[in-house]
Structure formats: structure tokens, C-alpha cells
């Protein structure tokens, strides 16, 4: 199939887990939002069979469209470079389409420090690929995302693939997938990185073997974040702030019991809070990464002066997820 138009733009949104990160593979409950900072991707069809992909994220690079197939089996070349090529293969077989293409992608946020970039990145780049040549349903764009995912995670539970295509706040299962959360709620986080770079795929291991080591104390702290979950859910309805920001200390502690969290993350947690945050925890995969830390108005300036020195920005929740930007 030919191209529909040359260029296409879309955005998808950073993501943020409130709840139940690790668990939510082996089928616990976890609650998502997605933040108001974005990956944009643009995507310019070429006259000859070349993609090109630059990035403000530490990759680029120039391949043939025939060596896409070859290149997404690649596999001592797990990375976003790979997960990129993989993600605009698979949007214009969708299409039943192959052209060369420039693809220009920028990130509002940093990579690898759980804010889900790797989806985002994915779902921005589907979207903006399927638009040159039809429309993509959202569903779709998800599903194909997952494909990229497995690429860079091996065994992702799908919630960031989720929560970045059709954004908000949501609770999400392996088993049902999806639920948006309706609320008026209207947190503020500050997110804060700890300038550790990790990779999700090697804590997912580990925690796997910690699994297999001590099934007991997996189960405990299973049931321990999924009844943590169901408290937040309550507290999310009833715009309860001061017991959803506990609830989410209570989960940082959660997650050092699963050993994925490490001292600086704890140290940020503790900072936070005694500058007066509602609650902290770190959040994705650990082993650095972010924190996020639910704050007041009254309380956000004092929480920022504390993590000076630190990447550390406040945010919202998102609603829009993934979003086809513009076309010509
Ligand atoms: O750190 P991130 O953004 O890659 O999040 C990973 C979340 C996990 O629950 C640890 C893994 C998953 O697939 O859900």
C-alpha cells in the first residue's frame, strides 16, 4: 500500500505506578497513570528504502527496510534502536506497506529510570507510522506496542503499554486488562529522579528468582501490595489525598521487602516526606529510577527545595494518551 500522506506526528505520555509494579506480572492488580510529559515522534516517508531514526534519547542509526525482519530477531541487539525499527515494521505491515522513512523522535522526559519511555517511544512511533498510511485503532496501536515491549522486557505484564495508549489513571490486571479509574481526584506529583540508570528486564529477573528462592515471601508481599491497591482504590474515590499518600509510603516498603528498591531511593523517600510530602515511593522497576512523591499545594515548593540537586519536576495526570499530532 502507498503512503495516504509524507508526514505524520504523534505523542504518547509518560507513565507513573501508583501501585503494585512487579506484582502486576505474576497477575496482581496495579494502579497507573500516565504524567504530562510526552515522547513525540515524526515520521517522514522517503523516496528510497531507507529508515532513518534520530533521537534526543542516545540513539540513532540507518538501515535498509529489508533488513527489518532480520534485525527485529537480532538477538544481542535488544535495544530502543531495535524496538523503534520493530515498532514502525510493525505499523506498516499493519498496511501491508514497506518505504523508507526519517523518523525523528523527542522525548519530554528521561529514559530508562521507569517513566516508561520504552512504550511511549513504541506507541508514539506506531501511531505516527500508521497515520502515514490509514488509521490505527488504539486498541491496535496497543497490542502491536506489546510486540516492541517483549523486545526490550521479555516478559512485560502490558500495563505500561496500557496506561501510555490511552492515558489517565486506570487499574490495570493481566487477566482484564485495562480499567479507566474514574475520579475527581486531581493529584500533583513530584517526580524525582535518582540519575540511576536501570534496566527493567534484569529486576524482573531477580525478582523472579526471589520468587522461586522464597515463594512464601513473594505471596506475602503479593497479597501485602494487593491489599494496599484496593485501600488506594477507596481512597481514590473518596479523594482521600492524606490516605492515598500513605498508602503509597506503606508500598515503598513493599517493594524494599521484594529487594527492588536501593538506599538513595529510600533516603528521597524519606527527604520528601519530611519536607512535608503526602507520600512517596519509588516507582517501576527499582534499582534507581524515579520516585514520586504526592504533594500539597501548600507543600510542593518545600518538597522541591529538598530534592535540589536532583532532575525533579512536578506533574499531572495526563488523560489524552496516545495522540496523532498532525498531518500534511
Ligand atoms: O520501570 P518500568 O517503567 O520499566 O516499569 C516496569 C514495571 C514492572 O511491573 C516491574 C514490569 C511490568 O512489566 O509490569
Avoid at 500495563?159 to 480499567?179: H, I, N, P, Q
Avoid at 534507581?288 to 512523591?293: K, S
Avoid at 500539597?296 to 495526570?317: C, E, P, Q, T
Amino acid at each position: 500500500m502507498n503512503p495516504v500522506k509524507r508526514r505524520a506526528r504523534a505523542s504518547a505520555p509518560a507513565k507513573i505506578i501508583l501501585f503494585g509494579e512487579h506484582f502486576v506480572v505474576y497477575g496482581r492488580p496495579a494502579i497507573l497513570a500516565s504524567i504530562d510529559r510526552r515522547v513525540r515522534v515524526s515520521a517522514r516517508v522517503r523516496k528510497d528504502d531507507q529508515i532513518t531514526i534520530r533521537s534526543n534519547m542516545g540513539f540513532s542509526g540507518s538501515f535498509s527496510t529489508d533488513k527489518l525482519n532480520a534485525v527485529k530477531r537480532e538477538k544481542k541487539f535488544r535495544s530502543m534502536l531495535q524496538a523503534v525499527l520493530s515498532a514502525a515494521g510493525d505499523a506498516m505491515k499493519e498496511f501491508k506497506a514497506s518505504t523508507g522513512l526519517d523518523l525523528s523522535i523527542r522525548s519530554e522526559f528521561p529514559h530508562s529510570v521507569g517513566l516508561g519511555s520504552s512504550a511511549a517511544t513504541a506507541i508514539a512511533t506506531i501511531a505516527a507510522v500508521g497515520s502515514l498510511f490509514g488509521k490505527l485503532s488504539r486498541e491496535r496501536i496497543c497490542d502491536l506496542s506489546l510486540e516492541t515491549e517483549r523486545i526490550v522486557h521479555s516478559n512485560p505484564s502490558g500495563a505500561d503499554s496500557a496506561v501510555c495508549t490511552y492515558g489517565g489513571l486506570m487499574l490495570f490486571t493481566k487477566s482484564e486488562g485495562a480499567r479507566p479509574i474514574h475520579t475527581l481526584l486531581e493529584p500533583e506529583f513530584v517526580v524525582v529522579n535518582s540519575g540511576i540508570r536501570r534496566v527493567t528486564g534484569k529486576l524482573v529477573t531477580n525478582v523472579r528468582s526471589l520468587r522461586e528462592k522464597d515463594p512464601g515471601l513473594f505471596s506475602g508481599l503479593a497479597d501485602m501490595s494487593e491489599s494496599l491497591t484496593s485501600q488506594a482504590l477507596r481512597a481514590i474515590r473518596d479523594r482521600d489525598y492524606t490516605g492515598l499518600g500513605a498508602l503509597m509510603t506503606m508500598n515503598h516498603s513493599v517493594l524494599q521487602g521484594l529487594g527492588v528498591s536501593r538506599r538513595i531511593l529510600d533516603r528521597l523517600v524519606q527527604v520528601t516526606l519530611s519536607a512535608g510530602a503526602l507520600g512517596a515511593k519509588m516507582t517501576g522497576a527499582g534499582g534507581g529510577g524515579c520516585v514520586i512523591v504526592l504533594v500539597r499545594d501548600d507543600s510542593k515548593k518545600r518538597v522541591l527545595r529538598s530534592v535540589r540537586g536532583y532532575d525533579a519536576f512536578l506533574s499531572k495526570i495526563d488523560r489524552r494518551g496516545v495522540v496523532v499530532e498532525e498531518s500534511a
